[in-house]
């Protein structure tokens, strides 16, 4: 029987044109669908040039940026026993080194320029998920009449800087409608979008962030805690003679509290009460010819911060002129003065005793960690506050403990100058149970010392150091020549009239 073989030939199904369209009878479909992968698109570039940086504004001079990167990088191996926030009266105002090396802690100043106490609270909120502070210090310039929605454009400006520079996702989201309005959240989550300009006016720092992107970045291993030095020189005789024609350029009269301000205070007791952290206010000065009037501002101030338990250290009022001299501040006829360098060390140490004196606080004992002498040694106030180590080979201690003259001479060191080739000395002595006034005084080592292979005594005076006020050691220090000094002999305490 003939098998009959199929037939191979396939006929081709007809297809219809339909098929390869996408929604044809939906055309809002089409264009939404279409809308979307647009704005991933679009999303995704912002996204990216975020991360890169293209957008970013000049950074060498954004301390905001490098307060919160360096916190972030500090406190991935140390505690922060001290937080410190504010705005720019603080970070110019305070140095955080000299009140580590004096309480024997590690502290930080988290700080922004131009920011209001909104910020503060937020700052700091994040900044408790990522440390366990013992005390928290919140200067009171930032205090205010403001309004988060009606910022001007400066306020605004500085408002997005220290947003931005913040890192923690979900506290920066859930913050983003108390510190902005609608329109301005694009602006302040990327730098893209706010810089966008640069495109056509900033192509200079455009083509600068696209070879820094390219460039190894080299981390900066100094120790760095939120400090910001602007001011070395103080207020001139030619501001003196204008504050007395003129007048001050501030007065207390003008000074105004609102809603927010209340507001953001009542949280910040709140939160530091709910994480158990001590809290106290700090206000830093500016020279008492600078502002009228303020006791109307210290009233005002009194009545808000007065309604809770936590203490206030005012270094306004009242003020003391022989302490907060003109060198003290910034030469400026501005509203907005800051300290100098040697003002914040002032201030520093009246911080110092006031948490010592004024507060419940049980720091650890720091000072004892290997961590933290590795971390301060060397650094600024650490001599003046803590002995020179027996293994240092750059310092010596010439001298302990020894009884002279009534007195006695806890330690006196021959440092190395960092700025020059020559020496410090430094000598501290117990200034417990003596009635004196040291800002008058000077002292006097009678020294032996190496010159041209010949042992030879001398005298040396040294000067009371004002800017390192410790409550039980006064601190004296004279720059020497580059010579071998081979031993204390004795010394001696002259008062003298300025």
């Keep these: 029987m003939k098998k009959i073989k199929p037939n191979k030939e396939k006929t081709k199904p007809k297809i219809e044109e339909s098929r390869y369209m996408v929604f044809p009878d939906k055309p809002i479909l089409h264009l939404t669908i279409k809308m979307f992968i647009l704005l991933v698109i679009i999303g995704s570039f912002i996204q990216y040039s975020d991360i890169k940086g293209f957008f970013n504004p000049d950074q060498s001079n954004n301390h905001t940026k490098k307060k919160w990167d360096a916190f972030y990088e500090f406190t991935k191996d140390n505690n922060v026993d001290i937080l410190l926030l504010g705005n720019s009266h603080l970070y110019t105002g305070i140095n955080p080194k000299n009140l580590s090396a004096a309480l024997g802690v590690n502290s930080f100043i988290l700080a922004s320029p131009g920011t209001n106490i909104s910020d503060t609270y937020f700052s700091l909120k994040e900044a408790l998920k990522k440390t366990e502070a013992k005390l928290v210090v919140i200067e009171t310039f930032g205090i205010n009449n403001f309004n988060p929605y009606h910022l001007n454009k400066g306020s605004l400006s500085d408002q997005l800087k220290s947003f931005y520079a913040r890192k923690d996702f979900l506290t920066k989201l859930a913050s983003t409608p108390f510190l902005f309005t609608s329109d301005n959240y694009p602006y302040a989550w990327s730098n893209t979008i706010r810089n966008h300009d640069y495109l056509f006016q900033d192509t200079t720092q455009l083509a600068k962030n696209r070879f820094l992107m390219k460039a190894e970045k080299k981390k900066n291993k100094k120790l760095y805690l939120g400090r910001y030095v602007r001011f070395q020189k103080g207020i001139d005789n030619k501001l003196i003679s204008k504050y007395d024609s003129l007048g001050a350029p501030v007065s207390g ?93 002032i201030a520093t140490y009246q911080l110092v005793d006031f948490i010592k004196t004024e507060t419940s606080v049980q720091f650890p004992n720091r000072k004892s960690e290997k961590k933290w002498t ?75 010392y190496i010159d041209k292979n010949e042992t030879k005594v001398a005298s040396v005076d040294l000067q009371y150091d004002i800017f390192h006020e410790l409550s039980n050691v006064a601190v004296f220090k004279v720059k020497t020549p580059d010579i071998e000094i081979t031993q204390v002999k004795g010394g001696a305490i002259l008062s003298y009239k300025y």
């Design 374 to 448: 590795n971390n301060f040694y060397g650094q600024e106030g650490y001599f003046e506050n803590n002995p020179v180590s027996k293994n240092d080979k750059t310092n010596k201690i010439l001298c302990k403990n020894m009884h002279t003259n009534g007195f006695i001479l806890k330690e006196v060191s021959l440092l190395k100058n960092k700025n020059s080739k020559n020496k410090i000395l430094i000598a501290k002595i117990d200034k417990r149970n003596r009635n004196l006034d040291y800002r008058k005084t000077k002292l006097r080592l009678a020294i032996s």
């Design 253 to 345: 009269n003008d000074y105004m509290l609102g809603h927010y301000s209340e507001k953001y205070i009542d949280k910040i007791v709140e939160l530091c009460k709910q994480e158990k952290v001590e809290l106290i206010f700090l206000t830093l000065p500016m020279y008492y010819k600078h502002i009228s009037n303020f006791e109307v501002w210290n009233k005002k101030l009194q009545n808000l911060l007065g309604k809770y338990p936590n203490k206030w250290l005012n270094l306004q009022m009242p003020y003391d002129t022989l302490k907060y001299t003109p060198k003290c501040f910034e030469n400026t006829y501005k509203e907005n003065q800051h300290m100098t360098y040697s003002g914040s060390l």
